[in-house]
């Protein structure tokens, strides 16, 4: 079967640990691709102002653009009202029978993942993949892994990362500030930004 990544969010905007996080996916696993997915209207992202779905996704595509095996992916931004990611899974399973897929999601998100919309569904209908780094939290993920596989009859895997701290809030609050943002996204999205005044036309 063919092996497909998910990389979902607001990607507002999209930075080099989402890149980094995608990439490193697809080498641990075997991936044939990985999808970065923009969302619509993510339901826990109601106090977070978010830029327009085409502004984001093409951010996205500048980021990802030379990468072969990193596609975009418009699904979720096609969907009116709120997003959530066990309607994709199953839209996407009905579309593409012969494809397992990987949803790639962070340590801190796996720890709320029960709280997430149909979490039986997502489980039943992919692999996820849950990033950590070296550190404290990397037991308690490796401990809600565990529950979550014996619970749900999931496959839920750890996925190792570098430690890189950067965050699509904090990019945002330098460019609302005026300070330098580059070096942590690609210069392609850094000019993006500046040239279309996202965020603070003051965006170096």
Not at 75 to 81: F, H
């Amino acid at each position: 079967m063919k092996k497909t990544g998910i990389m979902g969010g607001t990607f507002n905007p999209i930075h080099y640990g989402h890149l980094l996080l995608a990439e490193n996916a697809y080498e641990q696993f075997g991936l044939d691709e990985v999808l970065f997915m923009p969302s619509n209207n993510p339901p826990h992202k109601k106090m977070t102002p978010v830029i327009d779905g085409a502004r984001r996704a093409e951010m996205v595509r500048l980021a990802i653009e030379g990468n072969p095996h990193f596609a975009f992916s418009g699904e979720e931004l096609t969907r009116e009202g709120n997003t959530y990611t066990s309607d994709t899974l199953e839209i996407l399973t009905e579309r593409e029978p012969d494809t397992q897929f990987y949803f790639i999601i962070g340590g801190d998100s796996l720890s709320q993942f029960e709280n997430w919309r149909r979490p039986e569904v997502i489980l039943k209908l992919a692999c996820v993949l849950a990033a950590e780094r070296d550190g404290m939290s990397l037991q308690r993920t490796r401990q809600k892994i565990e529950y979550l596989n014996v619970k749900y009859h999931a496959d839920v895997r750890l996925l190792l990362i570098p430690n890189i701290e950067i965050s699509s809030h904090d990019i945002r609050q330098r460019a609302e500030a005026g300070h330098s943002i580059r070096y942590l996204l690609p210069e392609s999205v850094r000019e993006y930004i500046l040239e279309n005044g996202l965020y603070r036309s003051e965006a170096r």
